[in-house]
């Protein structure tokens, strides 16, 4: 098994443009999550997902957007790129509605904005 | 007021030694994960309780859910073990989802 497979790993974006974080799953998991990582912060929920076709947002949603077509994929899209998106991002999956059981992270994308 | 806080935030060590890095929330969980971030790598989880004690090799994972604490311990650490150990709490209900700490940055020195 692969576990969670995120794409890419770096990326540099001018502001304002947009691009899509891939992530994808083959566990069969229902959820998935994206989360931001800075500097001296905890990892922080963008948007997550309890199953194909049901998204919701986090703690910080603001510029970026979610879908969940199938089980497998949950890509993250950023629809105007600002400075301020400059971060690591983190996809996770999990058994289950939530981190009830044993989560499962990828291995980031390290996104900067100029 | 941080949720989920850990101490120390840094910790260097001697091969060898056994360390201990420390979790309390404030909040009332289902569950409770460690995790482990090496430089410029993924996260990986090393433990998810949501009462007394678990063992991995090395690793032992406690919690008090009374005391609203849990630890980390490495028993003869290894420079190996460098990385940052996240401490992340599920609070329940329908969501599930995470809230974490800020993460303990541990270097073990050979």
């Known amino acids: 098994n692969a576990g969670v497979t995120q794409t890419p790993k770096f990326q540099v974006l001018k502001t304002g443009q947009s691009m899509t974080l891939q992530c994808a799953q083959d566990?069969?998991?229902?959820?998935m999550s994206w989360y931001r990582q800075d500097p001296g912060m905890g990892l922080r929920l963008i948007h997550y997902?309890?199953?194909?076709?049901?998204?919701d947002q986090g703690e910080v949603p603001n510029g970026y957007n979610v879908s969940r077509s199938t089980t497998e994929d949950f890509p993250l899209r950023l629809l105007s790129a600002a400075p301020s998106q400059t971060s690591v991002y983190f996809c996770?999956?999990?058994?289950?509605?939530?981190?009830?059981?044993?989560?499962?992270f990828g291995q980031g994308t390290r996104l900067t904005v100029v | 007021k941080n949720e989920v806080e850990q101490s120390p935030q840094n910790l260097t060590a001697q091969e060898g030694e056994f360390i201990t890095i420390n979790c309390s929330y404030s909040v009332g969980i289902s569950a409770l994960h460690w995790l482990q971030q090496h430089p410029g790598g993924g996260i990986v989880s090393l433990f998810m309780l949501s009462s007394g004690k678990k063992k991995h090799g090395r690793l032992i994972a406690t919690i008090n859910i009374q005391e609203k604490h849990s630890s980390l311990h490495i028993t003869a650490s290894h420079p190996r073990d460098s990385a940052v150990y996240i401490c992340?709490?599920?609070?329940?209900?329908?969501?599930?989802?995470?809230?974490f700490g800020k993460g303990t940055k541990l270097s073990v020195k050979p």
């Open positions: 992340a709490v599920n609070e329940g209900g329908s969501q599930g989802n995470l809230i």
């Open positions: 566990m069969n998991h229902e959820y």
């Open positions: 996770a999956s999990s058994y289950g509605q939530g981190f009830y059981t044993e989560a499962f």
């Open positions: 997902s309890v199953g194909a076709g049901i998204t």
